[in-house]
């Protein structure tokens, strides 16, 4: 049932206790594990107003991905789950649900933010529009769960 | 990791396939469901209103409940879950996560409606909530799922 799972991370604390979570789903059967880290489009375009340092900043943006990408298979891999990593750049909740879609998922597996917690201004929509519009079962962690 | 799952119903065309999928569960190691379904105070607050059908309509009301549960009960049974049936009064989405603590489910599983649902304008809040609120996972079954 939970072979693949899709699990969307932002590197916050928040996504972090969600993969501490998921990686109990190995003894509910969960084998692989499609890491997706989404570069919002929006702060693309914000950066896009300092046209000068763009590049730079986009290419630090991106090698800092690629550390905590890094960091994360390592982790998940020694844990015995065959990780795929997979960076995109777009409109996160959009993102999600194409690549749930593509890569046929058994499960869409999210770290959510509390009502109090100021992140969820930002975070709350990308989970609200993955649950409300995601084809698979979502399953949601919240930071007090892990 | 699935023991014990809480699976609120509303007898609804949703709550129906979410609970197709909660079955599948079996195979995650799921094995017993605490069957939840919640009398909404609102919905008393309307029929005390008519003081003198009142006793009578509730009456029906929950005699309607237990026929429903009781369905729900044997083909649970059947399936191998050991099944436990609660029927409450109250806020729906406040009753969810006072049982999902005394319980200590390990997870609660919901069918939920999508966006373009009528019913959604009834039900989304009592999800909204118990997502938001939940101190254990929720897995969000939507009606494309099961």
Redesign the interface.
């Known amino acids: 049932?939970?072979e693949k799972i899709l699990f969307p991370t932002d590197f916050s604390d928040v996504a972090t206790k969600g993969l501490k979570?998921v990686k109990?789903?190995k003894?509910?059967?969960a084998q692989e594990v499609i890491l997706l880290h989404v570069i919002d489009e929006k702060e693309l375009m914000v950066l896009s107003r300092a046209p000068a340092q763009y590049q730079q900043i986009v290419e630090e943006l991106k090698k800092e991905v690629a550390t905590e990408m890094a960091v994360i298979v390592k982790e998940m891999t020694s844990e015995g789950f065959h990780v795929k990593p997979e960076v995109r750049e777009g409109r996160p909740s959009a993102v999600i649900m194409d690549m749930a879609k593509k890569e046929k998922v058994s499960i869409v597996a999210l770290g959510?933010h509390?009502?109090s917690d100021i992140a969820e201004l930002l975070m709350g929509s990308v989970s609200e529009n993955v649950?409300?519009?995601?084809?698979?079962?979502?399953?949601?962690?919240?930071k007090?769960?892990a």
């Open positions: 049932m939970y979570y109990q789903l003894g509910a059967g959510s509390s009502k649950i409300r519009y995601a084809k698979v079962p979502v399953l949601v962690i919240s007090d769960n």
